[in-house]
């Protein structure tokens, strides 16, 4: 406790880093796997591309992409967008999946009925095919904001700042408070973004709790 | 991509490929490893897992075990494991193995408890001891499942096993690392090339292998496509 008192500010500023370092990359796989998704869902050749590209781009481990992407990007090695886009990219290899499964769960009739009710293909995707989805695509969304968030720590092996480097740090100086504040504090931050997706989601479906209750 | 030409430069050279800093050692060291961790991981997952989906007892600590574990940072237990039983294998063998665990127990425990019940029954009512239904109807039909978390723990070992350098210098991390500490990078974008090559073939082989279990469990069916593995990721 007394180094945790000590070191407030740092462990603060680190927190914030470590903060958008996960909600970037969270929002952009979201935006990314959507569309991704719903091609696989309804185009099988699509399916077949996606699936396998992101099953591949899963199998990489996150500290050899974090390494590679600077040398596609033409970026610092410590940028903290290193880190972004290589999130980014996981968490659309999570995402696509649940994505396709959430799009591919609306029955084939209900989109008959939305298209025979007049709406056009880009409006039965927001009134219908999104909506219906959604209850699959919040609980994959939680399984990739979760590992998002401890995924971020590997970045400060190679310099990237987050609460990861209260690992590197207390492991080179010794210091165990310093790790467990940052394992700590990881998990508090992995659970509060999922809770914030769980309600985010009862929000925007508030017809889910109705269908529970 | 002048960068990765360096970076295969190095790793076509054959001077790296030879003595103490080999990296043919660095690939040995990381597969041997990887295997350890993944063995014990299995000796207890699946038993454990098994005797869930059997007796259909603790179903809630298998749920709250892999949801919870993805959420715990590998290097933070890499690290503080590695403050407490210094430099050595002892630390990241244990790190990894709570990193591996979940997927296993997860994966049999879901192919046991996914056996039709019927089936079950029918094993049963013919007379089959709770030993034998285990042995010989749930463990064959779960195989595919079972395989699935089995693959799922090995990705995620196998990349994990890079961290393992940074408190043991052992295996592929430690090129990575040695670079980092250098900052030479076309040595860490060597390194970390032949981590994601080595990742990728262990996927494909265990792909492999949980598609002949699907064919096994059930040869008259289409085989279903190898996605039976838990989608979580908690690695490095």
Redesign the interface.
């Given at each position: 406790m007394n180094w945790l008192s000590q070191n407030l500010h740092i462990v603060w500023s680190l927190l914030l880093d470590h903060l958008w370092l996960s909600i970037v990359p969270i929002v952009l796989a979201l935006v990314i796997s959507i569309p991704l998704g719903w091609l696989a869902a309804r185009y099988p050749r699509a399916r077949t591309a996606l699936l396998t590209g992101t099953?591949?781009l899963?199998?990489?481990?996150?500290?050899?992409?974090f390494?590679?992407i600077?040398?596609i990007v033409g970026l610092s090695?410590r940028s903290p967008w290193v880190a972004i886009i290589g999130l980014t990219l996981?968490g659309c290899a999570?995402m696509v999946?649940?994505a396709a499964d959430a799009f591919g769960s609306v029955s084939r009739e209900t989109m008959l009925a939305a298209d025979a009710l007049g709406h056009s293909p880009w409006a039965r995707f927001w009134a219908v095919e999104l909506p219906l989805s959604g209850p699959v695509l919040v609980s994959?969304l939680r399984?990739m904001a979760?590992?998002t968030?401890?995924?971020v720590?590997?970045g400060?092996?190679?310099?990237i700042s987050s609460?990861?480097t209260l690992?590197?740090d207390?492991?080179q100086r010794?210091i165990?408070a310093s790790?467990?504040t940052?394992?700590v504090l990881?998990?508090v931050v992995?659970?509060a973004i999922?809770a914030v997706v769980l309600l985010l989601g009862r929000l925007a479906m508030p017809w889910q709790a109705a269908v529970r209750a | 991509m002048n960068l990765f030409a360096e970076a295969l430069a190095h790793l076509f050279d054959p001077a790296s490929w030879q003595g103490t800093n080999s990296l043919g050692l660095r690939i040995l060291e990381h597969l041997g490893f990887s295997r350890a961790v993944l063995l014990a991981a299995a000796a207890i997952g699946i038993p454990a897992g098994v005797l869930i989906g059997h007796t259909g007892r603790g179903r809630g600590l298998v749920v709250a075990l892999t949801s919870g574990a993805r959420a715990i940072p590998t290097l933070g237990l890499l690290t503080i494991f590695g403050l407490a039983l210094g430099i050595g294998l002892e630390a990241p063998f244990l790190a990894l193995l709570v990193l591996a665990l979940p997927p296993v127990l997860a994966g049999a425990y879901a192919g046991v408890e996914a056996v039709d019940r019927q089936v079950v029954g029918a094993a049963r009512a013919i007379g089959m001891t709770e030993r034998e239904i285990v042995q010989r109807v749930e463990l064959p039909l779960a195989a595919p499942v079972l395989i699935g978390g089995v693959r799922s723990a090995a990705l995620q070992v196998i990349s994990t096993a890079t961290l393992a350098a940074y408190v043991s210098n052992t295996g592929l991390g430690r090129p990575i690392f040695q670079g980092v500490k250098a900052g030479d990078y076309e040595v860490m974008l060597a390194g970390a090339l032949l981590v994601a090559l080595l990742s990728l073939v262990v996927e494909l082989v265990f792909q492999a292998i949980q598609s002949a279990a699907g064919r096994r469990a059930e040869p008259h069916t289409v085989p279903a496509r190898a996605s039976a593995r838990a989608p979580e990721r908690n690695t490095a």
């Open positions: 099953g591949l899963y199998a990489i481990p996150s500290l050899a992409l390494i590679m600077p040398a090695a996981y999570l999946r649940g994959s399984v979760v590992s968030v401890s995924l720590t590997i400060a092996v190679i310099g609460l990861g690992f590197t207390g492991f010794g165990d790790i467990i940052g394992i990881t998990v992995a659970f999922d | -």
